[in-house]
């Protein structure tokens, strides 16, 4: 574990406080911070009652639960675990007979900008044809089914008939690469793919189908027995006969009724794979009561969310934010959303205003790295600036998976909240399920920059390495002290590694470590009447990248390089910030032969970057490759990794390199090809 990083010492004094209006407050449903306290004042005071009245309250029960928290087997906690339910029953089936029944669950708006509407009734019984598709094929309660799909309303379909029948999916991002969603497929043991023949984006056609034969050609996949194929264009694709099935083959006679399967609570509802600081990634496993709970309460309690609602959540369902924002929570809530194909600079970078103006969309929840691009853009041409569009609708902005700047956060609350709608910075991860440090919109003084407090019921604190606190001012390491309902529950197939990454020992082994550095304020905002010190993140503190809001693990990109046994002998990728990404990845790489120069070393740089596309996906390729004929290292033979991030930082190098093999490396890897 690396200390948490200088980061600290960068982060900006923010004196800016922005408090939400009367009008907001009056009309929120977390009325001000007195109600908020109220909330954090009964979970203090009952933490297991607290839990129990939220969860009789937000989730559709078809057995109670008797017990709330299990501790017994911690960090293998359990929550509400002798309760039975179904997921997209609390979705879907929850809004029959109520006037959400004929409202509008999804506003889809393909890449051409061609619109398609469904309601709640419609989706259901989508949902319910779709289950009944996956029941024909053998699929059953507990199986495991990746999913590889465009943005669409059939992605959604199928996470949801995968909850429906009790199956377990595992949505594999449609930007990895062959070979990525190979290693999930067999992490996860799965016995179907759901995929689309192509993908459109930004007016160009991509291949899906071509990527799972890819994968699976790979070997190890002999457990599939299923490829379920969604015909997105007219294309031609290749058809594995016995295997592969069209959505209208599969549908074709299927009764759109079926009931949903009861499991217990603690069933896993998902899988999803994320970065870790080894090369694996993580299988994170998630429940089906805890985590429907969250994303429930948290589209209240963050979004604060009503009827007459358009919300918009950027995220690709392939990432955690689309699972709980997309895929789960606004269907719980009932709200109306809009779903989006494309990329948000085709035709032009003022899609996303011209969409929100389209759609009437009111709670707009985006990455920071979107909105950092689309300044650029707006900046070099006025046309795309969303002053063109009437946002008058906006009525809630938020923010999600990195840090947000307060450049950013300064350009967002003017320039699309019309200064008048708060920003929800939302703090959280894949292995949180949900939202865990954020600001209520009709509650939380702002303050660019600031994720600022943790939601009720969440004991979010900042420790040293043996887990005792820090006082405020002073940056840790973030934790979260005791279990919440929608936390994750394991590393599918690997509990070792679970215990190991979240629960270290020396800081007693029960209470979950986040990964990020943190630090809190001593007392709230000056002038703002919160006395609660607020929250920053200050970045990871293990070997994970964020570029673009997407976790990378640096031990994964390394590996990638060094799998090009042809032409690399060594490699070591750290993480340089970048105005635009957040975070650049920039790789160190030592090549079998002699070090390359001018347009040689131009070429290999590229052969290599494509090499790592198709090793992980485009996410993961290197923006700076470097050759040296070494890389700084220990006597003992340890890569000096603070070293190189300041070679990539371009900074001067003062720390101490006296333990250095080779000093003389320094300058060689200084220089850009
Ligand atoms: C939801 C999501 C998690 C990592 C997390 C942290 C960073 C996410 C953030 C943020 C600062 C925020 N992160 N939200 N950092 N402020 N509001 O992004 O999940 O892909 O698992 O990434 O993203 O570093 O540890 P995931």
């Known amino acids: 574990m690396n200390a948490p990083s200088s980061a600290i010492e960068s982060v900006l004094v923010e004196n800016r406080v922005f408090p939400p209006s009367a009008a907001t407050v009056a ?51 359990k929550w509400f675990d002798d309760g039975v339910l179904n997921a997209s029953a609390n979705c879907l089936d929850r809004h029959i007979g109520t006037p959400v029944e004929h409202k509008t669950a999804i506003v889809f708006e393909a890449d051409d900008g061609a619109v398609t509407r469904v309601t ?22 507990g199986d495991r089914v990746v999913i590889y799909m465009p943005m669409g309303v059939e992605g959604v379909v199928a996470m949801q008939a995968c909850a429906r029948i009790g199956a377990t999916h595992s949505v594999v991002f449609g930007g990895f690469s062959a070979k990525a969603l190979q290693e999930r497929i067999v992490d996860a043991g799965a016995v179907a793919v759901i995929t689309a023949s192509y993908q459109m984006r930004g007016g160009k056609e991509l291949p899906l189908k071509a990527i799972v034969d890819e994968g699976i050609a790979l070997g190890g996949c002999e457990s599939v027995k299923t490829v379920l194929v969604h015909e997105r264009t007219a294309s031609a694709w290749n058809r594995v006969a016995g ?31 994320t970065s870790g600081s080894t090369g694996r990634p993580k299988g994170v496993q998630h429940s089906t009561g805890g985590y429907l709970l969250w994303a429930k309460l948290t589209m209240d309690w963050t979004f604060d969310i009503r009827p007459g609602d358009v919300f918009w959540c950027t995220a690709d369902i392939g990432w955690i934010t689309g699972h709980t924002y997309v895929a789960y929570g606004p269907l719980a809530a009932g709200a109306t959303q809009v779903i989006f194909e494309g990329v948000p600079t085709y035709p032009n970078a003022g899609r996303f205003w011209q969409m929100i103006e389209r759609h009437q969309v009111s709670v707009f929840y985006t990455a920071p790295t979107a909105i950092r691009s689309l300044i650029k853009a707006a900046d070099s041409d006025a046309a795309v600036h969303p002053r063109n569009w009437n946002l008058s609708s906006l009525r809630i902005l938020g923010s999600v998976g990195e840090p947000i700047n307060p450049e950013a956060w300064m350009w967002y609350y003017t320039h699309v909240g019309g200064e008048r709608c708060p920003i ?29 407090l943790p939601l009720p019921g969440i004991m979010a604190a900042i420790v040293d390495e043996t887990g005792h606190d820090i006082p405020d001012g002073a940056g840790g390491m973030l934790v979260i002290k005791r279990p919440w309902p929608s ?34 304020s001593a007392g709230g905002p000056a002038g703002s009447g919160v006395d609660r010190g607020y929250f920053r993140i200050t970045g990871r503190i293990d070997d994970v990248l964020n570029v673009s809001g997407h976790r990378m693990g640096t031990m994964e990109i390394e590996s990638a390089l060094v799998a090009k046994t042809d ?92 333990t250095l093999e080779n000093p003389a490396i320094l300058d060689q890897l200084g220089q850009t090809n």
């Open 424 to 452: 929800v910075d939302t703090f959280w991860q894949t292995e949180t399920g949900g939202h865990v440090i954020t600001p209520l919109p009709g509650a939380t003084p702002l303050v660019p920059g600031s994720c600022t």
């Open 567 to 658: 032409l690399v002998a060594e490699a070591a990728v750290v993480g340089r910030p970048d105005d635009l990404t957040g975070e650049a990845i920039c790789a160190f790489v030592v090549l079998k032969r002699a070090r390359p120069t001018g347009e040689e070393a131009r070429q290999i740089a590229n052969e290599l970057r494509n090499w790592v596309a198709k090793e992980i996906g485009p996410i993961a390729k290197p923006k700076d490759i470097r050759f040296g004929d070494n890389l700084p290292k220990t006597r003992s033979g340890k890569i000096m990794r603070r070293l190189l991030r300041s070679i990539a930082r371009g900074e001067q190098i003062t720390q101490d390199t006296s």
């Open 243 to 273: 295997r592969d099935q069209t959505f209208v083959e599969a549908l074709q006679d299927r009764s759109t009724e079926c009931a949903p399967e009861p499991v217990g609570a603690e069933h896993p509802l998902f899988i999803l794979y």
């Open 487 to 520: 936390m994750i529950r394991t590393i599918w197939g690997d509990p070792d590694r679970f215990v190991k990454s979240y629960f270290p020992e020396e800081m007693g082994g029960t209470i979950y470590l986040a990964g990020d550095g943190a630090v809190r």
């Open 27 to 77: 009309a929120a449903r977390i009325a001000g911070m007195p109600a908020y306290e109220a909330l954090c004042a009964e979970a203090a005071r009952d933490y297991e009652g607290f839990w129990a009245r939220l969860a009789r309250d937000n989730v559709r029960w078809i057995e109670p639960f008797t017990r709330t928290l299990d501790e017994s087997s911690a960090p293998f906690y």
């Open 120 to 141: 709640y009734r419609e989706l259901l019984a989508r949902v319910s044809q779709f289950a009944n598709a996956l029941k024909a094929r053998g699929i059953r309660k």
